[in-house]
């Protein structure tokens, strides 16, 4: 398909485990806001009075990014590097979170904030920016918020991450709440209970893992996969765990842990098995211009849960998994460059127009005709990654 040059290709925040282990959270000090619908529900064809009161659910650790772009090269010891453009958003498992939230899910977020004007922003711009549900997140007092400044340059990146360790977590609710779905990132070694919980509730349990530091990749040390729907690593990763000779392979080989098996596979897009069906797909990435990949697996896995839940093909969930991640990249930040219904609409709007298409191209993300919404004169801005976090008000 015709698009701007420069490929990329679906890439995590980065971090993995953080240092300080996972957050503890407890009922929210603050009164939960009303949900914000987005401008389309993909699952307003499913809803029923009966359903969960949330779609996704997920919970991890809030970082501030601050993310600096537009340098030539890698920073230099010794040497001073100025950056062409800077932002700052939430990070961290708010790119997942908000992704989700963009796309029209109604997504319940556990963490814990600092109460400093970091954590205060962070909040504010997922609960009333986003309409994101934190009433399951709390507020530490004096404990200082995760930050991430992240350096990105030649489509690629540099992360140097802070954080305290938090106080001995308060007693939490017994179960997360109830929800369709839930998403995981899984630790080698170590089982998460809440897991196991979400998916006694009748939860969809779809799952990322972080890069292993032991070097074990022992599929056995992820013991929490026996709950899961689908397991999305990338090409590495998936051929580590399986000691398969290919990504397609190890995807293949997956399927007999989980019962869908998502492999990323950078410039060559991903490939996914139903391994209850024996169903496979293939989606080539699109190329667009990267500005920042911060957070795009995260949206990757976000897209791919929305086609789940809505019930699509193996193959336009996939493809619009794609999407959604190459639309990210276009914008600063992890969280607040993930795209939304009006983005996604307006790209699909443009590839139409270009002369030359290529007709399988057009088919594949045909589906896409039916859930977009009408073009506007002037669509509601979606918030994006700023220089700074805030100015003093003026008298």
Not at 29 to 39: E, F, G, N
Not at 93 to 121: I, P, Q
Not at 172 to 198: E, F, H, M
């Amino acid at each position: 398909m015709t698009t701007p040059t420069a490929s990329t290709a679906p890439t995590g925040n980065g971090r993995g485990p953080s240092p300080q282990g996972s957050p503890s959270h407890g009922p929210s000090t603050r009164a939960a806001k009303p949900y914000r619908r987005s401008q389309v529900d993909p699952l307003a064809g499913l809803r029923t009075p009966a359903d969960p009161p949330w779609d996704v659910y997920l919970t991890g650790t809030v970082f501030l990014d601050i993310i600096f772009t537009g340098l030539d090269s890698a920073p230099v010891r010794g040497t001073e590097s100025w950056a062409r453009g800077m932002g700052s958003s939430p990070g961290g498992v708010a790119n997942m979170a908000t992704a989700l939230a963009r796309l029209g899910l109604r997504t319940s977020l556990a963490a814990a904030f600092g109460d400093d004007h970091y954590g205060e922003y962070c909040w504010d711009a997922l609960e009333h920016g986003e309409g994101i549900d934190l009433s399951p997140s709390r507020t530490v007092p004096g404990w200082h918020s995760p930050v991430t400044v992240s350096m990105a340059y030649e489509g690629e990146r540099t992360m140097v991450s802070h954080g305290h360790e938090p106080p001995p977590e308060e007693p939490a609710p017994d179960c997360p709440p109830r929800a369709r779905a839930a998403v995981a990132s899984l630790v080698p070694g170590r089982r998460a209970s809440w897991i196991a919980q979400a998916a006694s509730k009748g939860a969809r349990i779809f799952a990322d893992v972080g890069w292993d530091d032991t070097g074990a990749w022992d599929l056995a040390g992820l013991a929490d996969l026996e709950h899961c729907e689908a397991f999305l690593p990338n090409a590495e990763e998936a051929m580590r765990y399986t000691g398969a000779d290919c990504p397609r392979e190890a995807a293949h080989a997956l399927t007999a842990y989980v019962p869908v098996a998502v492999v990323t596979l950078g410039a060559e897009g991903a490939y996914a098995v139903d391994g209850r069906t024996g169903e496979t797909a293939v989606v080539p990435a699109i190329a667009v211009e990267a500005l920042d990949p911060t957070g795009a697996g995260d949206v990757f896995v976000a897209g791919f849960v929305t086609g789940t839940l809505a019930d699509w093909p193996l193959a336009d969930r996939l493809a619009f998994a794609g999407l959604t991640a190459a639309l990210s990249v276009q914008e600063f930040g992890g969280s607040l460059s993930a795209p939304g219904w009006a983005e996604i609409g307006a790209w699909w709007r443009k590839v139409q127009s270009l002369d030359r298409q290529d007709p399988e191209a057009l088919r594949r993300y045909a589906f896409l005709s039916d859930l977009v919404p009408e073009e506007q004169g002037r669509p509601w801005p979606l918030r994006r990654a700023v220089p700074t976090i805030g100015f003093r008000r003026s008298a």
